[in-house]
């Protein structure tokens, strides 16, 4: 099995623009996550799917971030616009029903200048 | 306020010996808990779990223990190689459902040759 896949591994970009982060989780998985890695927070959940509905979103910092999963083997997370402050890795991760883990991409390491 | 906490952002051991790792947590209400273990440039990957109606669970060279009275479990590595030089996150959930984790910050582990 590929795993989790996250695209692309790296993005720089400049404050303002707008940032897309991809992702396909394990196939027959039915949740999927998105997680922020930062120095000063840690790995902290910014939104989940179950069965391509978000479940909770309350992680989202802010209105800038947005995410999508328009069908069970792709989702997006956006930012708009971008700021300095959204650098971090962003990882993605899936699990499947019944199962008790989770199961992460590689990440996403966003760099805004 | 942080929910799962690891007051010890590093850790260093020569091989063979044994590493501890600890993880306090404060909600009483978290039923199951995770290590994952996270080289650098990768995602984190599923270390070994524990229900909270159990104190231990060994897995090869993994053993967590939970004192529930405590808030408190840890992560043993017996022996410890230089393979395991890593970044253990301790994860807690409501349920063993693979949803809502609640990640702590991060340990550092340095395994010496």
């Known amino acids: 099995d590929a795993g989790v896949i996250q695209s692309p591994r790296h993005e720089v970009t400049e404050m303002g623009q707008e940032v897309t982060l991809r992702c396909k989780p394990i196939?027959?998985?039915?949740?999927l996550f998105w997680y922020r890695q930062t120095m000063m927070r840690g790995l902290e959940l910014l939104i989940y799917f179950n069965n391509n509905v978000p479940i909770d979103d309350s992680g989202m910092p802010e209105d800038r971030f947005s995410a999508k999963m328009p069908n069970a083997s792709f989702s997006t997370l956006k930012i708009q616009p971008s700021e300095p402050r959204d650098s971090a890795v962003y990882f993605c991760?899936?699990?499947?029903?019944?199962?008790?883990?989770?199961?992460f991409g590689p990440g996403t390491r966003l760099l805004v200048l | 306020d942080q929910q799962v906490k690891q007051n010890s952002p590093s850790l260093s051991v020569q091989e063979g010996r044994i590493s501890i790792l600890n993880c306090d947590y404060t909600?009483?209400?978290?039923?199951?808990f995770l290590w994952y273990k996270k080289y650098p440039a990768e995602g984190p990957t599923f270390l070994i779990s524990i229900s909270s109606i159990k104190d231990k669970n060994e897995d090869g060279r993994f053993t967590v223990f939970l004192n529930k009275s405590a808030k408190h479990l840890s992560l043993h590595i017996v022996p410890s190689q230089p393979g395991d030089s890593a970044v253990y996150f301790c994860?807690?959930?409501?349920?063993?459902?693979?949803?809502?984790?609640?990640f702590g910050p991060g340990t550092r582990l340095s395994v010496l040759p």
């Open positions: 196939s027959g998985h039915n949740s």
């Open positions: 991760a899936s699990s499947g029903q019944g199962q008790e883990t989770q199961y």
């Open positions: 909600n009483s209400m978290f039923d199951y």
């Open positions: 994860a807690a959930s409501l349920d063993n459902y693979g949803q809502n984790f609640v």
